[in-house]
């Protein structure tokens, strides 16, 4: 993730992205901590990314302004984020990672610190906001029953050294209901990930 | 689910006497009692006037040097806050000029910690011997008690960005400069407030030891010039007045400095919050 990101060099191998100039990926990342800016606004904390690029003061108003209506946020816009639940700031950091509208998004466990309820109405949210978007959204998670929700297409990974053991497709139409979460294809589906986790992690070091 | 505002309306009116009185008469009773045993015990006791002046007495000779105590007021008034106020924005720039530069800052910051502990007192005679006797040795000491304290606590708020903010910038291809301006700066700003609220005070006591050494070099004198002349002629009273006006002139100073840090801090950090309640 960090080295999609452009965080940490590899130190063997190479990672190839369609449709990037070179060297500079337009990539956006979304981490479990919301990492808002506290004496900015929302509308300032969306803007973040194109005030970063130079882009004029109207252009980056606007553009956030649709980024935060996207993740329903709205009312919120002048909000600091002290006033803000643990699930709104996850939608603001979402709403900043969208501004620039990247061609690929990176989410590291973005729901991990929020509680069950909230946890499914922002993996609701996120498939309205991507069948918007269209972007390719890589996302890190624990949840087998999330990754089943979310995904196209899984990797299970071994713990140290990381290795991606497994692929799955996921072969769910879009759009996706809360009403998947208990038919049987959904339960064989998560059986099947589960399997390939629990095995790949037995042979590897401890956490 | 939304939260509801963190601020909450102050009661006002007779509410908000109610709410502030339990807090408010118990110190001030006590502030009372002490001031009439002050005002008549040393009489009676046989206290001589020159061990121990009543508050009316100091008060009368505050009056008598009238205008030479308030000039005395204003000039240290004026010294402290131009000396603080100098070590104020040259130690925060100072500051990240070393954070912007790891060389610099290594070789720097051991002798910003050093020289920020050492007591004035011991390095205020070598400013004289440098500077002269005069305002100006004043003003540096000033400085120096500032100084190094803002730069210190300064870099410690520019380094505390947590890494998860940096990698941020880093996926948006910030450069170092908008890192340090959008980022670190106003990181630190929470730790400049709380070195300038103790730097504040020490900026007073910095001048007034500043005056005890240097004198005056010909010009009207500051309150420590009082305090040293009249002591030597046992005008205790006048030495009273004196250290009074100089209490106040620090609390006066914490007094500005902690609104600054309201103002600065009040809509998005805990620290200023709380002290609204």
Sequence with gaps: MRMIAGLTRPSEGEIRMVGAEGDRQDVSIVFQDATLLPWRTVLANVALPLELRHVSRREREAAARAAIELVGLGPQVKALPRQLSGGMRMRVSIARALVSHPPLLLMDEPFGALDEITRQQLQNELLRIWSQERCTIVFVTHSVMEAVFLSTRIAVMTPSPGRVADVFDVPIAYPRSDDLRTTPEFSAQVAAVSRSLHRNMAGGTPC | ?277
Excluded: C
């Design chain 2, 1 to 277: 689910m939304p939260t509801t505002q963190a601020r909450r309306r102050r009661p006002r009116g007779a509410a908000w006497i109610r709410a502030w009185w339990p807090s408010v008469w118990p110190p001030t009773l006590a502030f009372v009692v002490a001031i009439l045993a002050w005002q008549f015990l040393p009489g009676p006791m046989g206290l001589p006037v020159y061990i121990l002046p009543t508050p009316s007495a100091i008060w009368a000779t505050a009056v008598d040097h009238g205008p030479e105590f308030v000039s005395a007021i204003v000039l240290t008034s004026v010294t402290s806050f131009a000396g603080f106020a100098i070590s104020a924005v040259l130690g925060v720039l100072g500051a990240l000029v070393m954070a912007g530069w790891k060389p610099l800052e290594r070789t720097l910051y051991p002798y910003a910690i050093i020289l920020s502990t050492v007591p004035i007192i011991a390095i205020a005679p070598l400013v004289v011997i440098w500077f002269g006797t005069g305002t100006l040795s004043i003003l540096v000491i000033t400085f120096i008690v500032g100084f190094f304290p803002i730069v210190a606590n300064t870099l410690v708020g520019l380094q505390s960005a947590s890494s998860t903010s940096v990698d941020l910038f880093r996926v948006y291809h910030a450069s170092k400069l908008q890192v340090m301006l959008k980022l670190r700066f106003p990181t630190s700003l929470p730790f400049i407030m709380a070195a300038l609220k103790v730097t504040a005070t020490l900026a007073v006591i910095g001048t007034i030891v500043g005056e005890y050494v240097a004198g005056t070099g010909g010009g009207n004198g500051g309150l420590g010039y009082i305090v040293i002349v009249a002591s030597n002629r046992l005008e205790t009273a006048y030495v009273f007045a004196a250290a009074i006006a100089a209490a106040l002139l620090g609390i006066l100073f914490f007094a500005l400095a902690s609104l600054l840090s309201m103002r600065v801090l009040g809509s998005w950090h805990e620290s200023a919050m709380k002290a609204e309640q």
